[in-house]
Structure formats: structure tokens, C-alpha cells
């Protein structure tokens, strides 16, 4: 079996001993015990990536591995859904994804998720390396974060993409604003992430054997003064080094300083997310060497239209730009 990044269950301290059965049921993997025995003994629940049966007893450190089977019917149809596609030739896709659009199906999401769409556009032609329920898929995006992302159309330029993601030679960047005043120009954030022991759907920063490396850089591009509702809001650009789930949104808030808009980590204040109800994280830009060709190729994708609305209305308590900011945004505004 092929494991996927965000597939992972770490066991920390406070979960060991538990029977599997008993935990998945706890973190909502499984809507009952029984359920979830029925996912083990179907030999659906892998830890270490070995088969376990239901009285297996948990110890700190072991990583599970649940393949959530689809329920009946669900079968991987095309659908017809719109691509917004910036780049395609017979190997690969770069496309910007859309604020709501799961990437790919898993519990709760069985249809209507990029796959299905890649399915309807491309047919037989992607590839396969990431399991037959992840045709194309390199990487991921949160449903509500947008921007570009990567999708193979072959064996060969899926396993030399999830390479180069790998040793890092891929340049992803993120926007994204956050709430208060960030004072340094740059920084860096090296904290290890683990499932929340107070809440398996969340990630947190975790000291346990459970955790994995989570690195993220930012540059400062813009600081706003603080109003009545809100205590300012600093505009960013971060870079990945390791592509943990929710990784920028759970390193922000660790900071202090969370994501404007995000409804699971941030601070969930209507006034003061400027009425977003989705995290203000944009994927805008994508750097890589062609998997194949090995031309060199560059994308820069604006801001979608909810989150440049949100950069308007603060505009007016801007403290001014950072030199980050000024590349940054200039190069925006000339897409």
C-alpha cells in the first residue's frame, strides 16, 4: 500500500493502550466502535504500514494508516466541473483551484472533488503512482485555500514531481494575511505538527513521537494599523519546506498572529475577519523545472476576487510596504 501526506495518524501519549477500534471511534474516523472494528477487520487500518486487527493496543509513536473505503455507488466517475487551467501539455496540469473544491475523495467527500473533475477533462490520462482513488494528484490544498497546484498526467511525471517536492526543488508560495502587527521583515517557524490530543480533527504544534518536522519562512509584505474591531493585520508571504497538513495555518496561530478568515484555527470574530468565512491563504505562486522537458517554468495567479476585497477595504491603514511587498504585489498586478 502507497501511503499519502495527511493520511497519517500519529499516536501520542495520551492515546496509547487504547485499542484501535476504541480511538478511531474517539477521533470521528469511524461514525461508532463498531464501525470502526468493521474498518479494521476489512483490513482498511494499517499501523506502521502492517495490517492490524481490532484488539491491537496502541503505543506512543506508532503511525496509523486508515484507507476509508468508499461506500457503495461511489465509484470514481467523471464530473463536470470547471478547470481553471494555466498550463498543459501531454505530461502535467498547473491550474488554480477554487475556494470549496476538495482535491481529492475521502470520508465526508466521495464525489464532486478535483479528481472527478480532472477525470471528465482528461479521462484515462493521468497518473496512477498515488492509488486509484488519487488519479493526477501530486499535492494537496485545503478545500478553502486556492491557487496553483500541480497534477501529473503520467507515471513518469508523477513520481518526478512528488520528487522534486521532496528535495524541495519545487517553489510554492503562499499569501496570506493574518491578524496583528508582525514586526520582524522575515522569520522562520520550525515547529513540529501532530494530531490536537484535545482534538483529533485539528493539527497543533506537538512535542511527542507523533509529531513530524514542520518548517515554514515568511517575508512581511504590508502592516495596517489596528481599528476598533480588529488589532491590525500583517499581509505575508510564507514558503513551505515541508508540506504538513494545515502546516501555515497551524504554525500562524501558534505565532499568535492566525489567519484572517480561518473558521478551525483562527480567531472566528466576524468583524475582525473582514467577513471571510474561508482562511485568506492563496497558493500565488509556482516555480519548477518541467519533470520532463526540464524547461523551466514560472506561474503567478492573482488574488481571487473575496480575498483582493478584503486587501481593499484595509488598504487605507496601510503603514506601507515592505521591498518584499513591493516585488510581490507589482508582480501581481501584472498578471
Given at each position: 500500500m502507497i501511503d499519502y501526506p495527511g493520511r497519517h495518524i500519529g499516536v501520542g501519549p495520551e492515546d496509547a493502550g487504547k485499542r484501535i477500534d476504541v480511538f478511531l471511534g474517539e477521533i470521528g474516523k469511524a461514525a461508532s466502535r463498531s464501525a470502526a472494528a468493521r474498518l479494521v477487520e476489512g483490513g482498511n487500518v494499517f499501523v506502521d504500514g502492517v495490517p492490524v486487527r481490532k484488539r491491537h493496543v496502541l503505543a506512543e509513536g506508532e503511525q496509523i494508516t486508515v484507507d476509508m473505503p468508499p461506500p457503495e455507488g461511489c465509484d470514481l466517475v467523471p464530473e463536470d466541473i470547471p478547470l481553471d487551467i494555466r498550463f498543459e501539455d501531454e505530461h502535467m496540469i498547473v491550474l488554480s483551484k477554487q475556494a470549496g473544491l476538495v482535491v481529492h475523495p475521502a470520508y465526508g467527500n466521495w464525489t464532486g472533488t478535483l479528481v472527478h473533475a480532472l477525470l471528465a477533462h482528461c479521462g484515462g490520462d493521468?497518473?496512477?503512482?498515488?492509488?486509484?482513488?488519487?488519479?493526477?494528484?501530486?499535492?494537496?490544498?485545503?478545500?478553502?485555500?486556492?491557487?496553483?497546484?500541480m497534477v501529473a498526467k503520467t507515471d513518469v511525471a508523477q513520481v518526478a514531481l512528488s520528487e522534486a517536492i521532496k528535495i524541495r526543488a519545487i517553489d510554492r508560495r503562499y499569501l496570506s494575511l493574518v491578524h496583528g502587527y508582525i514586526a520582524p521583515d522575515s522569520g522562520l517557524i520550525d515547529a513540529p505538527l501532530a494530531r490536537d490530543p484535545r482534538d483529533r480533527m485539528r493539527m497543533a504544534v506537538v512535542e511527542s513521537p507523533s509529531a513530524r518536522q514542520a518548517v515554514t519562512t515568511f517575508n512581511v509584505l504590508e502592516r495596517f494599523m489596528a481599528g476598533k474591531d480588529d488589532d491590525g493585520y500583517t499581509l505575508v508571504e510564507c514558503k513551505l519546506y515541508t508540506g504538513r497538513t494545515h502546516q501555515i495555518r497551524v504554525h500562524m496561530a501558534y505565532t499568535h498572529h492566525p489567519v484572517v478568515g480561518d473558521q478551525m484555527y483562527g480567531r472566528r470574530k466576524p468583524k475582525a475577519d473582514r467577513g471571510l468565512t474561508r482562511q485568506f491563504l492563496h497558493a500565488y505562486r509556482l516555480a519548477l523545472d518541467h519533470p520532463v522537458t526540464g524547461e523551466h517554468l514560472e506561474f503567478t495567479d492573482p488574488l481571487p476576487s473575496d480575498l483582493a476585497r478584503v486587501l481593499d477595504e484595509i488598504a487605507p491603514e496601510s503603514m506601507g510596504r515592505t521591498a518584499a511587498g513591493d516585488e510581490v504585489l507589482q508582480a501581481l498586478t501584472d498578471v
Open positions: 493521468l497518473g496512477t503512482m498515488q492509488g486509484e482513488d488519487r488519479p493526477g494528484i501530486v499535492h494537496r490544498l485545503d478545500k478553502d485555500t486556492t491557487g496553483l497546484m
